[in-house]
């Protein structure tokens, strides 16, 4: 149960999918009190592990009212992370394809606007602060600083705050109290968690099976071509060090050079590559277990999101579905991070005494 329900603070969280973002605020007892995503999908795992209400609603067709609504007379945080799949560099040649996903961060301005919250965090790809590309994020922070708040932002390398992946992210912060940056790292690359730390302890399994005593401990099965591909396959090695006879022939070709981490193992010692929608397939990156033949499970990728080990992920069995629970892991927001972000939230909210503990 969330210590601060009768705080006089409330967060919200826009694009919550199954709540990362808000598992790092409820990690640091705010009164997440409610989530918006239009995936159904996610409404059993957001609410029960994180206390809150789940929305299945177009964050595109909401309005400030509806918001104001349920922050009721609490101190407002606004906090989201708008699908980040439309500013990727694939996603910015054809957006014709998908044009409404583009204005999704404008929707997101637009219910600031309405709602005029206290605070506001936006998460999201690094790529948005290349203004040559995208004009979105200045658009942004410019409505940001013409409704006077002050902004910073900053890209983020996910391992200099414990996150065992080498993800980078734009944070934004907001606040109409004053100055507002997020707190100083806290791990220096000597210092990083690594492969090994997260995931060496857990019980080996083979491709195709999984650990009795965790279900979510699945590792996907690999045709006999792909078991002797990532048997030719050494630590933090790739496709590249295969005899000729088991390589693609698209990897022969000279685009081919570009994939080099497909079919690759990680490195025990160094963090994980960042986690994607397909990280349990082991042709789709380096998502290949350090030594044991197959790719990673479900469970290793919510641990390297750092989803804690009592994250729920599904019902029952009989509604357990391991691609759809891949894609959810792989879209979240890592918690840690969620957490790094409203620790810097809660620190700027004692400095103009507006944090209560409760």
Request: charged share 25%; proline share 5%.
């Amino acid at each position: 149960m969330n210590m601060q329900k009768k705080s006089n603070i409330a967060v919200i969280d826009l694009f919550c999918g199954i709540g990362g973002l808000s598992q790092g605020f409820v990690m640091e007892d705010f009164n997440v009190i409610s989530g918006y995503d239009n995936d159904i999908s996610c409404k059993f795992t957001y609410e029960t592990n994180n206390d809150a209400t789940f929305h299945a609603e177009d964050v595109s067709k909401l309005n400030g009212k509806t918001l104001n609504q349920e922050f009721g007379k609490n101190l407002k945080i606004l906090v989201g992370c708008a699908p980040c799949q439309p500013f990727s560099s694939y996603s910015f040649r054809v957006k014709d394809k998908d044009p409404d996903k583009m204005n999704l961060l404008y929707s997101f301005s637009r219910l600031i606007e309405e709602t005029q919250p206290t605070i506001v965090s936006m998460e999201n790809v690094p790529q948005l602060v290349d203004f040559s590309k995208f004009t979105i994020f200045r658009d942004f922070y410019d409505k940001l600083k013409l409704l006077g708040y002050f902004v910073s932002y900053k890209v983020v390398f996910c391992p200099d705050y414990g996150i065992p992946q080498r993800r980078r992210r734009l944070v934004l912060l907001a606040s109409k109290l004053g100055k507002i940056s997020l707190i100083p790292t806290t791990h220096t690359s000597e210092k990083y968690v690594t492969v090994k730390d997260v995931i060496g302890k857990l019980q080996p399994v083979k491709a195709g099976e999984y650990d009795i005593n965790d279900p979510l401990h699945r590792a996907r099965k690999l045709s006999d071509l792909n078991l002797r591909r990532i048997r030719a396959t050494k630590e933090g090695d790739g496709w590249k060090s295969w005899s000729q006879e088991l390589v693609l022939e698209c990897f022969k070709k000279p685009s081919g050079k570009s994939y080099g981490s497909v079919y690759g193992r990680m490195k025990w010692n160094e963090p994980a590559p960042t986690m994607t929608t397909h990280c349990t397939g082991l042709g789709n990156g380096r998502f290949g277990h350090p030594e044991q033949d197959r790719a990673i499970t479900l469970r290793e990728a919510a641990l390297f999101q750092t989803f804690p080990m009592d994250y729920k992920f599904y019902e029952s069995l009989d509604k357990y579905n391991p691609s759809v629970i891949c894609k959810q892991i792989g879209n979240a927001v890592p918690p840690r991070l969620g957490q790094v972000i409203a620790q810097s939230i809660k620190e700027h909210l004692k400095q103009y005494d507006k944090y209560e503990n409760s």
